[in-house]
């Protein structure tokens, strides 16, 4: 097998695995290092995806220093693992910790090999690499309690210090979207197998996750990826491609589309506009004879076709395994079980999936939302954290009794204002923006009790939460930096670079997601993807 197709099926599993990883510690229940190894895991896969650059060459060269590491490495990942016990409790996150030594210390002695022996290494724009060298070096002199700031400068400044060609970074984006699709594809055949689409919490679609949001902004990396394939696709084969080819790149749109209006998601709607916006303006670069009216209807078309057939797939094709698979904090008796026939009532239908649509949609624009002509249920679907138990509780405090409750726990909200998503998000970022400072803090100073059963943990802002988390100066450098590098990425693109426009769209994913809600994970793929795309941006090879 020729090494372009190795590196390429490396590349492949590497991001599938990291979309894996992306749900297991979205999914985890702290109680078991789940969340910890996966998390950590993230350290093996790009090291393996360094380790891929090199060639058969360069292991003969180095073979003593490698044979050597190959030997101590093992004792030293053995002592570490002993040693870490005294941060890290869990023995797997240890484990996983201890191959990341191992693995990393053969990425260094390839670095030392090409940077000090033979002199070779990328060419950056310097001014770019300076802000984004400041940019780690305040998070990690901020008062945060983050470790996974100094992790990143290391494991992406290796990434960035190893000389990639441009063949090589278009290989491994490719791989990217690859392996992003492939991982779709798994956990939508796990989910039709395992976890029927219930309304147990509401019209909204979670698929293999337990959070609609947390979905949302995976599917949105899915969208990317089948976005740059579409685009790859019409550019290598033009508008005189074969019918059925056609059919099968725009049913890959019109799937994950469909996909994203099942999680009805406010921020993952935005977000996958933008991506739309971006995909019809390069594909008018792209295909010259192309008409960005037809490829509106098209896209239109195609959610059409898609969305029912997906709904019919995901409502009523039997699982092959009836009974549900929970993750944490999911078990309900209201859910699906081996026990309820298919026709149940506890399965979502087509018009609440719809009607639960537009109460979303519609709520947020109103203060009194409880007050209004909505079904009660529709507003438990359609508000932000308001479920059945909370709703009955609502119903049986008298207005004296929730005002006591307030000041005993320092809530500064109303049940029935938290269903109103604008007024959420006002007092949240107010709160937030008062206790902004230089230096940031740690996780123990944050935080708001909004309502007498909430407590919101989380800015819900990408911006204001790095502020707070590394201080105001860090997140001015933040947004130049990203601002910087999706410039360079758009011209890129422009001129006709499918890969740079399919990095600018993994980077703006959590940088728009993130404007309304959580998405700054360490462990997520939306983060890794939105660090490692400047490592490619900052080099100057790409013109």
């Not at 954290?385 to 509780?393: G, I, V």
């Amino acid at each position: 097998m020729k090494m372009r197709n190795v590196k390429k099926i490396i590349y492949i599993l590497c991001f599938c695995m990291l979309c894996i990883i992306d749900q297991r510690i979205k999914t985890g229940s702290g109680l078991d290092g789940v969340i910890e190894s996966f998390r950590d895991s993230i350290g093996l896969v790009t090291a393996v995806i360094i380790l891929s650059h090199y060639v058969p060459n360069d292991i003969k060269r180095s073979k003593t220093a490698l044979g050597i590491w190959g030997i101590v490495g093992i004792f030293i990942g053995i002592a570490a693992f002993f040693m870490l016990r005294e941060w890290f409790y869990f023995p797997n996150d240890r484990f996983i910790l201890s191959a990341n030594i191992y693995l990393h210390g053969f990425v260094l002695i390839f670095l030392i090999r090409r940077i000090g022996i033979d002199r070779v290494k990328p060419v950056l724009n310097k001014r770019l690499f300076a802000l984004w060298l400041l940019m780690f070096i305040w998070m990690n002199f901020s008062r945060s309690d983050y470790i996974w700031p100094l992790v990143y400068l290391f494991m992406f400044g290796c990434m960035l210090l190893t000389d990639f060609s441009e063949a090589e970074e278009e290989q491994i984006f490719e791989g990217a979207a690859d392996g992003i699709i492939l991982s779709f594809i798994l956990f939508g055949i796990f989910s039709c197998m395992f976890r029927p689409y219930n309304a147990d919490q509401g019209a909204r679609y979670t698929g293999i996750y337990n959070n609609p949001n947390l979905y949302a902004e995976y599917i949105c990396v899915v969208t990317a990826a089948v976005i740059y394939r579409v685009l790859a696709f019409y550019k290598d084969e033009g508008e005189s491609a074969k019918l059925w080819k056609k059919l099968i790149a725009w049913a890959m749109l019109g799937i994950v589309l469909s996909f994203q209006f099942f999680s009805i998601s406010r921020s993952g709607a935005i977000t996958t506009c933008v991506l739309l916006l971006l995909f019809l303006f390069f594909y008018k670069l792209c295909i010259k004879r192309s008409s960005i009216v037809k490829n509106i209807i098209l896209t239109a078309l195609s959610f059409a076709v898609c969305m029912p057939l997906c709904f019919l797939a995901i409502r009523y094709m039997p699982p092959v395994f009836h009974h549900p698979i929970w993750f944490w904090g999911e078990w309900n008796e209201g859910k699906v079980h081996s026990f309820d026939p298919w026709n149940s009532d506890k399965y979502v239908s087509f018009d609440y999936l719809m009607n639960s649509t537009v109460a979303r949609v519609l709520v947020p624009f109103n203060n009194m939302a409880l007050k209004l002509g909505i079904t009660d249920e529709l507003l438990m679907d359609g508000g932000e954290n308001m479920s059945e138990e909370d709703y009955l509780w609502l119903q049986e405090l008298t207005p004296q009794e929730e005002e006591q409750l307030m000041a005993e726990r320092g809530a500064v909200l109303h049940l029935y204002e938290e269903a109103n998503a604008f007024l959420l998000r006002k007092t949240i970022y107010a709160h937030y923006i008062k206790n902004l400072n230089l230096l940031g803090h740690p996780q123990s100073e944050q935080g708001l009790q909004t309502t007498i059963y909430s407590w919101v943990g989380h800015a819900h802002d990408i911006y204001l939460q790095y502020a707070t988390d590394f201080g105001v100066p860090m997140a001015i450098m933040f947004i130049v930096f990203f601002a910087w590098c999706g410039i360079i990425l758009f011209n890129r693109a422009r001129g006709g670079n499918i890969t740079a426009l399919l990095e600018l769209m993994f980077m703006l994913i959590p940088l728009i997601f993130g404007v309304f809600e959580y998405s700054w994970g360490s462990g997520s793929v939306e983060s890794v993807l939105m660090f490692m795309v400047p490592v490619f941006a900052m080099r100057k090879t790409n013109g």
